[in-house]
């Protein structure tokens, strides 16, 4: 699971990317039960805290369109390899389930596939205004993107978005890398943890839709946060929310009170 490291100017909000470059190797402690990183009180080694942002339908709602059409591109490549049509939907959920997500499996299985994520993400998306200031706004070490996607498809979400310059680093998903790591396996959050240079889980802080990588961040210590259709219902995280516009009121301390209150606003005014 590669990265890069995001250099950001705080007074031109440019991004520049940078070569990948990798932090130095750290033994990242033994899993730690659940929900001891809300129980911190000393930041460890005083190492700086982290919050790791997901991506996809998480920065962006869910009912843009964009998770449809991803699957109809997922289906192509299946079909594209000589799967027939009939057994397409099918493999590709066991893909899923097999390997995480069902392009990996596409990969593992049909090397040849040509795997490139190109969608029309700017007639989809736009910027964001109010995430943008929220995010900004953190009183937080470091903000970093952790993503199952691609680094091209990444960079353009965030770039629509109108959030370059926000971020750290980027931790993606290599599509054409044997069999290669991504979430919800404790692997790719441990390499996350290294390439943002963090050693300790408790200073890890994780936002996402997905339950099962929500759970397995909990798993190893991180304080996650899950973005759910239903927060009523959901049962997975530390806390759950429905608009990623809401982490001030779970996580108040990362804000001030003017922010908090702006970021709320700014989901009354996208409705």
């Not at 990798?22 to 402690?29: G, Q």
């Not at 996350?192 to 936002?207: E, I, L, R, T």
Request: proline share 6%; glycine share 6%; aromatic share 8%.
């Amino acid at each position: 699971m590669p990265s890069t490291l995001l250099n950001t100017d705080r007074q031109t909000n440019g991004t520049t990317l940078n070569k990948a470059e990798e932090t130095n190797a750290a033994t990242i402690p033994d899993q730690q039960s659940a929900g001891e990183s809300i129980e911190r009180t000393v930041t460890p080694n005083h190492e700086p805290r982290v919050f790791f942002f997901d991506i996809d339908n998480c920065l962006y709602p869910k009912d843009s369109g964009i998770p449809d059409l991803m699957r109809e591109k997922i289906e192509q490549y299946f079909e594209d390899v000589g799967i027939e049509n009939n057994n397409v939907k099918s493999l590709s959920y066991r893909y899923y389930i097999d390997y995480g997500l069902a392009i990996r499996g596409l990969v593992l299985h049909h090397p040849d596939a040509k795997v490139d994520g190109a969608l029309p993400l700017e007639e989809i998306l736009s910027e964001n205004p109010p995430l943008r200031e929220m995010i900004k706004s953190m009183k937080i070490e470091k903000k970093w993107l952790f993503t199952n996607a691609g680094k091209a498809h990444a960079l353009r979400v965030i770039k629509v978005l109108g959030l370059e310059g926000l971020f750290d680093g980027l931790t993606y998903c290599e599509y054409t890398e044997p069999n290669f790591i991504c979430k919800p396996e404790a692997a790719s959050f441990r390499r996350a943890m290294k390439d943002a240079g963090v050693v300790h889980p408790s200073n890890c802080y994780f936002v996402d839709d997905s339950a099962a990588n929500v759970d397995k961040a909990l798993d190893i210590g991180w304080t996650a946060v899950h973005v759910a259709d239903d927060p009523v219902m959901s049962n997975f995280g530390h806390y759950q929310i429905t608009n990623i516009l809401e982490l001030p009121t779970v996580l108040p301390e990362f804000w001030d009170e003017q922010s908090a209150a702006a970021a709320l606003a700014g989901i009354s005014s996208s409705n």
